[in-house]
Structures are given as C-alpha cells and as structure tokens.
C-alpha cells in the first residue's frame, strides 16, 4: 500500500476518505 503526500486526512466510521495533494478526494473501504 502506497502512501501519498496527503493534504488532509480523515476516518468517517469504517470508512477512510483523504486528499491527497492534487486535492483529489479518495475512499477507502
């Protein structure tokens, strides 16, 4: 698992959502 230069993190309950530095939004299951 890759880890990119994150802009911003969170954790919404069983789901994790980060930005990453394009500011693209991505969720993980």
């Known amino acids: 698992m890759n880890i990119w230069r994150l802009h911003g993190m969170k954790f919404i309950g069983?789901?994790?959502?980060?930005?990453?530095?394009?500011?693209?939004?991505?969720?993980?299951?």
């Open 14 to 29: 069983n789901w994790r959502w980060f930005i990453d530095q394009d500011g693209c939004l991505r969720l993980w299951n």
